[in-house]
């Protein structure tokens, strides 16, 4: 079976990028969610930011 990126709906906290992509890789959300501020913080925050809403726009959501 082929495993497929999507936002999550249980592990959000503002669009479910980050729990998705922990979900994906098999991590804990909040460990995904410390290391993309980081990221956003050391490069100024707007690659993070732009990123993070592009994530949003282009991942699909978590099928029900």
């Known amino acids: 079976m082929q495993r497929r990126l999507y936002r ?6 503002l669009g479910g990028v980050c729990g998705g992509i922990a979900n994906y890789m098999g991590t804990d959300p909040t460990l995904i969610r410390l290391v993309w501020v980081a990221l ?3 490069t100024r925050g707007f690659p993070g930011v732009i990123l993070y809403i592009v994530g949003w726009i282009v991942i699909p959501e978590e099928p029900a």
């Open 8 to 13: 999550s709906v249980r592990e959000r906290m």
């Open 40 to 42: 956003s913080l050391f």
